[in-house]
T-cell receptor, first 112, second 116 residues
Framework: RKEVEQDPGPFNVPEGATVAFNCTYS??????FFWYRQDCRKEPKLLMS???SGNEDGRFTAQLNRASQYISLLIRDSKLSDSATYLC?????????????FGQGTRLTINP | DVKVTQSSRYLVKRTGEKVFLECVQD?????MFWYRQDPGLGLRLIYF???????EKGDIPEGYSVSREKKERFSLILESASTNQTSMYLC???????????????FGPGTRLTVL
C-alpha cells in the first residue's frame, strides 16, 4: 500500500458543480494533514490544513476520518479557476524519521 | 509575504557536468527541503535540513549532495549530472515543528533541469 494515495483523475466537472475527492494514508499515527494546490507549471501552494474537527474555508471543506485513515476535500460551486492539481500531504514516521509525504495529486478540470 | 527564490527557472546541462541549484528564503525558517517532481511519481524528497550545517537524506539522495552554510540558503549539488536527473526541482522551507504538528511548507517557483 502506498503511504499516501490519491486517485490521479482527471476529474472533469462542469462549472458550478460540487466535486469531492479523497486521499488515504497508511500510518495511523499521523498527526498533520494538508491539502495543497498546484497550478500547471507552478509550485504547490497550501490550500488548507485539515483539523480533526474538519474545517471550512469559503467553498472548500476538508474532513479527516481517522478510523478509516482518509482525508477529503469538497469544493462547492466550482469555478473555472479551481482547475488545478490537488495534492494531499500527511506526516509520517518512516525508518525513525518524521517526514511529510505528498500524494501524487488529483487533477481537476472545471469546464464552462 | 513568504518568499522562496530559486536561482534559475530553466537550466540545460550536459552529462557529467557539476550542477548547483540555489534556494534562498527570507522568512527565517529553520527547515529547508529539496524535492524533485516527475510525471506519475509526484514530489519526492531528496534532502532536507533542520538547521545550519545540518542535513538529512530524504527518499532519493543518490547522486545528490546539499550544503547549508547560512540559515536562509540551501544548495543542491549534482556532482556529475546524468540524463535521469532531468526533472523539475522544487525547494521549500518551513518553521520547525510545533510539538508533533508540522507547519506549512512554502515552495519556490522550481527549476526545470534538462541534462543532455
Amino acid at each position: 500500500r502506498k503511504e499516501v494515495e490519491q486517485d490521479p483523475g482527471p476529474f472533469n466537472v462542469p462549472e458550478g458543480a460540487t466535486v469531492a475527492f479523497n486521499c488515504t494514508y497508511s500510518n495511523s499515527a499521523s498527526q498533520s494533514f494538508f491539502w495543497y494546490r498546484q497550478d500547471c507549471r507552478k509550485e504547490p501552494k497550501l490550500l488548507m490544513s485539515v483539523y480533526s474537527s474538519g474545517n471550512e474555508d469559503g467553498r472548500f471543506t476538508a474532513q479527516l476520518n481517522r478510523a478509516s485513515q482518509y482525508i477529503s476535500l469538497l469544493i462547492r460551486d466550482s469555478k473555472l479557476s479551481d482547475s488545478a492539481t490537488y495534492l494531499c500531504v500527511v506526516n509520517m514516521e518512516i525508518q525513525g524519521a518524521q517526514k511529510l509525504v505528498f500524494g501524487q495529486g488529483t487533477r481537476l478540470t472545471i469546464n464552462p | 509575504d513568504v518568499k522562496v527564490t530559486q536561482s534559475s527557472r530553466y537550466l540545460v546541462k550536459r552529462t557529467g557536468e557539476k550542477v548547483f541549484l540555489e534556494c534562498v528564503q527570507d522568512m527565517d525558517h529553520e527547515n529547508m527541503f529539496w524535492y524533485r517532481q516527475d510525471p506519475g511519481l509526484g514530489l519526492r524528497l531528496i534532502y532536507f535540513s533542520y538547521d545550519v550545517k545540518m542535513k538529512e537524506k530524504g527518499d532519493i539522495p543518490e547522486g545528490y549532495s546539499v550544503s547549508r552554510e547560512k540559515k536562509e540558503r540551501f544548495s543542491l549539488i549534482l556532482e556529475s549530472a546524468s540524463t535521469n536527473q532531468t526533472s523539475m526541482y522544487l525547494c521549500a522551507s518551513s518553521f520547525k515543528r510545533t510539538g508533533r504538528i508540522y507547519n506549512e511548507q512554502f515552495f519556490g517557483p522550481g527549476t526545470r533541469l534538462t541534462v543532455l
